[in-house]
């Protein structure tokens, strides 16, 4: 299994901003799709932003639509979120997914990509 590796996480006060990383340079490719999924204690996983990494589309949660912006390096080999107008409600555990199958996939699909990293905390004070 090749690795992601986030980086970025990190302490906020409500309404600042934070920008996650993932790193994924051991792969040859970019995989099909990439996406980023958080997890709060005591929650379910929540599938947050999802980018198609040939054309770029992009998908996001209601809850995060026109604060976070995902986007890829391809060449790099990084995926990013852009994290705005931070809420204590986006406190969690955000993880890294890449699926390499070539389908179309929700924003909830990305919780059940088959490949994640290892996560990376993120806490937002009111």
């Known amino acids: 299994q090749v690795p992601l590796v986030e980086s970025g996480g990190g302490s906020v006060q409500a309404g600042g901003s934070l920008r996650l990383s993932c790193a994924y340079s051991?792969?040859?490719?970019?995989?099909?799709?990439m996406g980023w999924f958080r997890q709060a204690p005591g929650k379910e996983r929540e599938g947050v932003a999802r980018?198609?990494?040939?054309?770029?589309?992009?998908v996001y949660a209601d809850s995060v639509k026109g604060r976070f912006i995902i986007s890829r390096d391809n060449a790099k080999k990084t995926l990013n979120l852009q994290m705005n107008s931070l809420k204590p409600e986006d406190t969690a555990m955000y993880y890294c997914?890449?699926?390499?199958?070539?389908?179309?996939?929700?924003?909830?699909?990305?919780?059940?990509?088959?490949?994640r990293g290892q996560g990376t905390q993120v806490v937002v004070s009111s």
């Open positions: 051991g792969y040859t490719y970019s995989p099909y799709s």
């Open positions: 980018i198609y990494n040939r054309d770029g589309t992009t």
């Open positions: 997914a890449a699926d390499d199958r070539v389908m179309a996939t929700t924003i909830r699909d990305v919780t059940s990509f088959p490949y």
